[in-house]
């Protein structure tokens, strides 16, 4: 049979940098939430043994795409650990709606469906936290998806913290360019300094993303949509980009900016919200 499970889009509603540590990573602060859109995976468990992905990615070796390692790295720890018989296997295919290098989350909220998936499908057993752990050698936002709850994050991202943001509507663009996320933290005028504050102390503060003023300064394009979108509504970037967002208290209002977008940009529309649609798909609800 085959199932069908959610990989929803995330937001950065707020991100400031810290302190860099020895290593070169950067310390942050910064507040995930879910919005209700996001690619699909259809997911069929079977006895083949093999992982399959029917859904190639154009110039990615389905060796290096997320979702055939998350697959195979949730395959190899319940082999290891007696929970699975070599025959298991998977095909799976993904309908992709989210912009790579979008700074939304797309490969690694796939990641982390395939990991909170199979780990039901074929009976594992594992923990969240357990599955988490997988997921954090994958990339440090798929922890977030795997918990699957609005939360506020330190370190590298990996400290998290339940949160309970307002679940606003919000227009995402994306201005068509990708941007690398080392590049950003690589650039000398990157804010690397911002005072760590209490996560009630945040909230009650205006939101904003340390990246965005090297993003912005980089890309002209981004620039241009951030400032398009801030006559409209409170917008910012979303990770270190290239997806901006602008938030808004009603989908009708959201809908109108959307329509006016000027040639070129890509969008949607789609609610915030605090519980994953993964977790609800996995509960049931």
């Known amino acids: 049979m085959i199932t069908h499970w ?3 889009a995330k937001l950065n509603l707020f991100l400031y940098i810290t302190g860099r540590r020895p290593d070169g990573y950067h310390n942050l602060q910064t507040l995930f939430q879910f919005l209700d859109y996001g690619d699909e995976l259809q997911i069929h468990a079977d006895q083949s043994g093999r992982i399959q992905l029917l859904t190639p990615l154009a110039g990615v070796a389905d060796e290096d795409n997320l979702i055939v390692r998350a697959a195979n790295l949730l395959k190899q720890a319940a082999l290891q650990s007696n929970r699975l018989s070599a025959s298991a296997g998977a095909q799976i295919a993904i ?8 700074g939304i989350g797309g490969g690694s909220s796939d990641a982390a469906t395939v990991l909170v998936a199979l780990n039901h ?3 594992t057993g594992f923990s969240t936290e357990e599955l988490a752990a997988m997921g954090v050698t994958l990339g440090a936002d798929v ?3 795997v918990h699957g709850f609005a939360a506020f994050a330190q370190g590298v991202g990996e400290e998290l913290q339940p949160a309970d943001p307002a679940e606003k509507w919000y227009l995402v663009a994306h201005p068509g360019v990708h941007i690398s996320t080392p590049v950003v933290f690589g650039d000398p005028d990157l804010t690397r300094d911002t005072p760590a504050r209490s996560l009630s102390t945040l909230l009650a503060s205006p939101f904003a993303n340390d990246c965005e003023a090297v993003v912005r300064k980089r890309f002209r394009e981004v620039d241009e949509l951030v ?5 409209y509504a409170p917008s910012r970037l979303t990770g270190t980009g290239a997806c901006v967002f602008a938030e808004f ?3 009708s209002a959201a809908r109108q900016v959307l329509e006016l977008a000027p040639n070129g940009v890509r969008g949607f529309v789609a609610r915030g919200v605090n519980v994953s649609p993964l977790q609800r798909t996995l509960r049931g609800d």
């Open 6 to 8: 959610p990989a929803p």
């Open 95 to 102: 309908e992709k709606r989210l912009p790579m290098g979008g």
């Open 121 to 123: 499908l074929w009976q």
């Open 249 to 251: 208290d009603t989908e």
């Open 227 to 231: 400032s398009w979108l801030l006559e």
């Open 143 to 145: 922890p977030v998806f």
